[in-house]
């Protein structure tokens, strides 16, 4: 019995301080700012993901966190890292949730591995980022097929494959190719 009540204190921790980050607009700099919470369960996703690149592209990944997209791309693509704080190897600090964007330098793809459900506004990141790139690669848990307590999960945000979809169409990109990883989605856009 004390454990459920643990565990169900825990959750109700989590809810109530993702729903006050996602109030705030701000990023959990606590969870992300070691190597600690980044789950080797993840590699599977990055994999699949970096099947989806062409040789010889220059590719930005976001969250970057082990950099383990980096071992996986195909020949001849040029990386650069990108995270809330520095993962070495060159790594652009950036606080997608911060109240003003870098200047990201141009690369033909953009890659957000289990990234988007923690950021605050979607819509301005992406419209951002589309005179940028040509590709954006994307996994997403939509709302569709994933209905877990999602600010348990520490996720500031809730769309539908439709919703999302609508994001990058809005900026300029159109999805090309969609497949499933787990619970996920693994979406290519390119622009239009």
């Known amino acids: 019995m004390f454990r459920k009540l643990t565990k169900k ?9 993702t729903s006050l980050r996602r109030a705030l607009g701000k990023s959990d700099y606590k969870r992300w700012g070691t190597t ?9 996703r990055t ?6 690149i062409d ?3 220059t590719v930005i990944e976001f969250g970057a966190g082990r ?17 809330l704080v520095d993962r070495g190897d060159g790594t652009i600090v950036c606080d ?14 953009a890659v957000f591995s289990g990234v988007l459900e923690y950021v605050n506004d979607v819509p301005r990141l992406i ?14 848990a939509v709302t569709d097929t994933n209905k877990r307590n999602r600010r348990v999960d520490g996720w500031v945000n809730d769309y539908s494959s439709e919703e999302f979809s609508a994001i990058f169409a809005g900026a300029g990109f159109r999805c090309t190719h ?14 239009r």
């Open 9 to 17: 204190l825990v959750a109700l921790e989590r809810r109530v301080l």
């Open 36 to 44: 600690q919470g980044l789950s080797l369960g993840w590699d599977a």
């Open 47 to 52: 994999r699949q993901m970096a099947r989806l």
């Open 55 to 57: 040789p010889g592209t």
């Open 67 to 83: 950099l383990v997209l980096k071992a996986h791309l195909p020949e001849g693509c040029s990386y650069t890292p990108s995270d």
């Open 96 to 109: 997608l949730n911060g109240e003003t964007l870098p200047p990201f330098p141009p690369h033909d793809v």
């Open 127 to 140: 419209a951002h980022l589309s005179g940028r790139v040509t590709v954006v690669l994307a996994s997403y």
């Open 178 to 191: 969609s497949e499933q990883w787990q619970s996920q989605m693994i979406y290519k856009y390119a622009k």
